[in-house]
């Protein structure tokens, strides 16, 4: 038995359909995710993530493989896993007829603590969500990034050992999602562990430890953000829109990738004067900017995160 907080095994998955071809969602995905850990699983929409969550988290049944939480397989013992996780999924919302108060405290009664606990709780989750002012309006009548702030409290007020959230930033303002950070941060200082998805490359590198990227059904390359940015072989973007006549030039200057019409070369400062002037001469712009996580997901999917499968 492992004691990993979540141990995969060429997990896959398959959708049948009478009126159609099925659809392979996972092709075996394998991971592990140490106690304590935060990580990214990072993919465009169709590559497979929330299927994987929904899997891990009991909600959906594999086609083949297996998943363990600390030990405890998610598909012959979901009623051992259950207690152990807790969920903000990606269509997730509060109840309408619920306030943000009533919401925390409801799941967390339901959850078995006693009511002197799930107060406090509560209190300090929508302390740390910025909730206070709305607690007590109803669900219905929040914004929807307040709507997705009581999702995310409900989940961490439980402190589980293992949370699952799919995209839990989606629709909040910049500071929202800083207070989330540095309440899952806090979390795994405790001892919980973290497996969120995330299409803001900026929270994937600001937040996890290990990240995983997958891509149509299966896993690409998995380490750390500092690791594969790394392996480009540069410390600057530079990004010249309608330069791909000039991608044969381009590659004396460092790694490069053309993406809808604009050219990305990864290149060191020395280099920096010498590539510009090549753009300028050909009457392109450019923009320069330090090497992020998203060249690295440009470098091993091929295309931006944002670009539909």
């Known amino acids: 038995m492992t004691t990993e907080a979540l141990f995969a095994r060429d997990v896959r998955k398959t959708y049948t359909s009478r009126r159609a071809p099925p659809v392979e969602a996972l092709a075996g995905v394998s991971m592990v995710v140490h106690p304590g850990e935060r990580v990214a699983l990072l993919g465009r929409n169709g590559a497979g993530k929330t299927t994987f969550l929904k899997i891990a988290s009991t909600l959906l049944r594999p086609s083949g493989g297996t998943v363990e939480i600390f030990g405890h397989d998610v598909g012959s013992r979901p009623d051992d896993v259950r207690p152990l ?8 919302k509060p109840f309408f007829h619920l306030t943000p108060r009533e919401q925390v405290f409801t799941y967390l009664r339901a959850r078995g603590y006693d009511g002197r606990s799930a107060r ?10 910025g909730l206070q002012e709305v607690a007590d309006r109803l669900s219905i009548t929040l914004s ?19 949370l699952f959230l799919d995209e839990p930033t989606i629709g909040m303002d910049p500071f929202a999602r ?6 899952l941060r806090t979390l795994t200082k405790r001892g919980s562990t973290i497996l969120l998805t995330t299409h803001y490359l900026d ?11 997958i891509e149509r059904g299966r896993v690409l390359v998995d380490g750390t953000a500092a690791t594969l940015k790394q ?4 410390t ?14 381009a590659k004396e200057f460092g790694s490069v990738l053309l993406d ?9 400062p020395e280099r920096l004067a010498e590539l510009i002037g090549l753009a300028v001469r050909e009457h392109l712009t450019t923009t320069v900017g330090p090497v992020t996580l998203e060249e690295a997901f440009l470098r091993v999917v091929g295309r931006s995160i944002d670009v539909e499968e």
């Open 236 to 249: 600057l973007r530079v990004s010249i829109r309608g330069g791909g006549r000039l991608e044969a030039q």
């Open 260 to 268: 809808d019409g604009t050219l990305h070369v990864i290149t060191t």
């Open 178 to 183: 800083r207070a989330v950070w540095e309440s």
């Open 231 to 234: 392996e480009l072989g540069g």
């Open 85 to 92: 996780i807790a969920v903000v999924p990606q269509e997730g």
């Open 144 to 162: 929807g990034g307040q709507r997705q702030r009581t999702m995310v409290a409900t989940v961490i007020a439980t402190e589980a050992p293992v």
């Open 120 to 129: 406090a709780r509560t209190e300090d989750a929508l302390g740390q969500m």
């Open 203 to 213: 929270e994937a590198e600001a937040l996890s430890q290990r990240l995983y990227i």
